[in-house]
């Protein structure tokens, strides 16, 4: 531990050094934040390879998406596709609370 934080230390030093000599200020990184995007109903059965309406599926259609979404889910996040893989996560439940209804 003793010696990352005296290799942190000696590269500090060396990067204030370079800042002053060249006259730099260093700044904060600043980015917005991404605002969240509702998607339209019909976009978002497009996008996740849904063709009905999740109201109108019968139990078998519904589990079948349950099915096909688990397994988008589980290859967006094997991928680092984290976004992807929550939204995906986030309509699968959607569709698992509507099995649990019929």
């Known amino acids: 531990m003793k010696n990352a934080i005296d290799e ?9 050094e370079y800042n002053e000599k060249n006259g730099i200020t260093p700044k904060t990184i600043v980015k ?10 019909k976009v978002d059965k497009d996008y996740y390879g849904i063709k009905k309406d999740p109201e109108s599926m019968s139990v078998h259609e519904l589990e079948a ?7 988008e889910m589980q290859k967006a996040a094997a991928e680092l596709e984290f976004e992807k ?9 959607e569709i698992r609370r509507k099995l649990a209804e019929k």
């Open 8 to 16: 942190t230390n000696r590269r500090r030093k060396i990067q204030s």
């Open 32 to 41: 917005k934040v991404r605002e969240l995007i509702s998607i339209s109903k």
């Open 65 to 71: 998406a349950a099915d096909k979404l688990m397994k």
């Open 85 to 93: 893989a929550a939204e995906l996560r986030d309509k699968m439940m």
